[in-house]
């Protein structure tokens, strides 16, 4: 087994990171004034107006989803009429029509569901 006490490695890495932490804060420079981190950061960070107009074209993007999602989702079949005795349509003989009594379609329209 190991030596377990004051002098074993656990607390020896203790101590040190103790120090180390004292050490840090002491000589480590106030938040007003300007340090090699801070100036690390600006140099090779992105700056944050990019980040803005990256998010500004994320939020225009997501809205214009967002409405053809709204769209898609809300849209409705059209209405058509439905006969009641479609097979009634197909019963007419298409050999009793007499000679130049064919009916004249040309005048013929659909009609949408809402004209009568």
Known sequence: YCHTGFTSAG???T?????G?????KFAPSPGEDNYVTRYISH?????????IANDRHLELTTNLQEAVRISQTGQRPHIHRYRYPHSLEVASAFSVPV?????VSGVKVKGANEF
């Open 100 to 104: 130049g009594g064919d009916p004249k």
């Open 21 to 25: 932490i004292v050490g840090f804060y």
């Open 15 to 19: 101590i040190i990171a103790v120090l």
């Open 44 to 52: 090779y960070f992105t700056p944050s107006s990019s980040w803005a």
């Open 11 to 13: 607390w020896t890495y």
